[in-house]
């Protein structure tokens, strides 16, 4: 799957943006403020009607416009013509998503048409922030892939979670009316576990690998990669007692909390050197290339199974030394995705690091695009 061609328009200092003939790498250039990881963040929103940098599109919308549109035309293996997505999030209303001229009933329907996978200054709080970013990314996969249920399961998990703790937010109350909410829990909860452990599976084997090739290109002496583990837990004492037992045993503790303390919405992934969490005893640079390891594993996962994503970069050289970008870029070489990487300076992303395949080049001043 490539973005062959991009359109943006009204989006923050980008009034009108048109890149045609995409490559496989496309490197954008310019001073902070310029407007180029506005690109990286229209491509996010194609993707997925939403800012990575943002929760309130309003504020991104340009400044006296009323709406902003991201179009994209995108070439896949398994079709013989390219797909055309169109996104137009207005100051007030709703958003306006189409493929190929057709108008989705809702923005759901767009994702997994163009999966992309961010590497920012705000990935890196996937080792060190709160379980729900851990969950966030291991979901992400989890969705893509096909015949997982995932994209069913979960929304009849959260609704019955909510009711739940509606319910347990009154206090003292009859066992009988939480019954119905547990059983689905219980059921729905099952199916999360049993879809992300057979992912986590996966994502483990390609995470071991490609870390420890990333880890070797960078030491000096080629030193084996610290004996990092890293692990799945359920969100309750799985392998001890069921969902259902647990959210029996934890009542009285749910009712004076006020929510529901067991379930898959509690998961996490943990990281450990030895008995130790990885985060206390790894440098900054190697929870980087941690982080990016992670990213890039999930792409060789989904890649497995005949499912390409798109890379957005943002400034990489701010974050890691010119050792650990180049063994970041030799792994997207090797996956053969589609990247789009920014910097501020041309020479923070080298021609090289792309072992030959098609590069483009763009430079942005001012909200203007130009190929460079």
Same mark, same amino acid.
């Given at each position: 799957?490539?973005?062959?061609?991009?359109?943006?328009?009204?989006?923050?200092?980008?009034?009108?943006?048109?890149?045609?003939?995409?490559?496989?790498?496309?490197?954008?250039?310019?001073?902070?403020?310029?407007?180029?990881?506005?690109?990286?963040?229209?491509?996010?929103?194609?993707?997925?009607? /939403?800012?990575?940098?943002?929760?309130?599109?309003?504020?991104?919308?340009?400044?006296?416009?009323?709406?902003?549109?991201?179009?994209?035309?995108? @070439?896949?293996?398994?079709?013989?013509?390219?797909?055309?997505?169109?996104?137009?999030?207005?100051?007030?209303?709703?958003?306006?998503?189409?493929?190929?001229?057709?108008?989705?009933?809702?923005?759901?329907?767009?994702?997994?048409?163009?999966?992309?996978?961010?590497?920012?200054?705000?990935?890196?709080?996937?080792?060190?922030?709160?379980?729900?970013?851990?969950?966030?990314?291991?979901?992400?996969?989890?969705?893509?892939?096909?015949?997982?249920?995932?994209?069913?399961?979960?929304? @009849?998990?959260?609704?019955?979670?909510?009711?739940?703790?509606?319910?347990? /937010?009154?206090?003292?109350?009859?066992?009988?009316?939480?019954?119905?909410?547990?059983?689905?829990?219980?059921?729905?909860?099952?199916?999360?576990?049993?879809? /992300?452990?057979?992912?986590?599976?996966?994502?483990?084997?390609?995470?071991?690998?490609?870390?420890?090739?990333?880890?070797?290109?960078?030491?000096?002496?080629?030193?084996?990669?610290?004996?990092?583990?890293?692990?799945?837990?359920?969100?309750?004492?799985?392998?001890?007692?069921?969902?259902?037992?647990?959210?029996?045993?934890?009542?009285?503790?749910?009712?004076?909390?006020?929510?529901? /303390?067991?379930?898959?919405?509690?998961?996490?992934?943990?990281?450990?050197?030895?008995?130790?969490?990885?985060?206390?005893?790894?440098?900054?640079?190697?929870?980087?290339?941690?982080?990016?390891?992670?990213?890039?594993?999930?792409?060789?996962?989904?890649?497995?199974?005949?499912?390409?994503?798109?890379?957005?970069?943002?400034?990489?050289?701010?974050?890691?030394?010119?050792?650990?970008?180049?063994?970041?870029?030799?792994?997207?070489?090797?996956?053969?995705?589609?990247?789009?990487?920014?910097?501020?300076?041309?020479?923070?992303?080298?021609?090289?690091?792309?072992?030959?395949?098609?590069?483009?080049?763009?430079?942005?001043?001012?909200?203007?695009?130009?190929?460079?």
């Amino acid at each position: 799957m490539r973005l062959e061609k991009l359109g943006i328009y009204n989006f923050r200092n980008l009034q009108h943006v048109d890149m045609r003939e995409l490559c496989s790498f496309n490197f954008i250039h310019g001073i902070n403020g310029s407007g180029k990881t506005s690109i990286l963040e229209a491509i996010h929103t194609l993707a997925l009607t /939403r800012s990575f940098r943002s929760r309130k599109m309003d504020t991104v919308i340009s400044y006296e416009k009323e709406d902003l549109t991201v179009r994209g035309e995108l @070439r896949t293996r398994f079709r013989p013509h390219n797909t055309i997505i169109g996104v137009r999030r207005p100051r007030k209303g709703a958003v306006l998503v189409k493929v190929d001229g057709d108008k989705l009933s809702t923005a759901g329907q767009l994702a997994g048409v163009l999966p992309v996978q961010v590497i920012n200054p705000a990935s890196f709080e996937l080792l060190e922030g709160g379980p729900g970013v851990r969950r966030q990314y291991l979901d992400w996969g989890v969705f893509h892939v096909k015949h997982s249920g995932f994209f069913e399961y979960w929304p @009849r998990y959260r609704k019955a979670l909510q009711q739940r703790n509606s319910l347990l /937010r009154r206090g003292n109350i009859d066992a009988s009316l939480l019954a119905p909410w547990d059983r689905e829990l219980e059921a729905m909860g099952a199916l999360i576990h049993d879809a /992300r452990g057979k992912h986590f599976a996966l994502l483990a084997a390609a995470f071991e690998s490609i870390y420890s090739r990333v880890l070797a290109s960078v030491a000096a002496s080629g030193v084996d990669a610290p004996p990092l583990t890293m692990s799945m837990t359920a969100g309750w004492k799985d392998g001890e007692q069921s969902l259902g037992d647990s959210l029996s045993v934890n009542l009285a503790g749910d009712i004076r909390a006020g929510f529901t /303390r067991s379930g898959p919405h509690r998961a996490d992934i943990e990281f450990r050197v030895g008995k130790l969490a990885a985060g206390d005893v790894l440098s900054r640079g190697q929870i980087k290339t941690l982080v990016c390891a992670l990213k890039l594993a999930q792409s060789r996962v989904l890649l497995d199974q005949g499912i390409s994503t798109v890379f957005l970069v943002d400034d990489l050289a701010a974050e890691l030394d010119e050792r650990r970008c180049k063994a970041v870029f030799k792994e997207l070489v090797e996956l053969d995705v589609q990247v789009f990487a920014s910097s501020v300076r041309r020479s923070d992303l080298n021609d090289d690091w792309c072992m030959s395949r098609a590069l483009k080049r763009f430079h942005v001043e001012h909200g203007v695009v130009s190929e460079c």
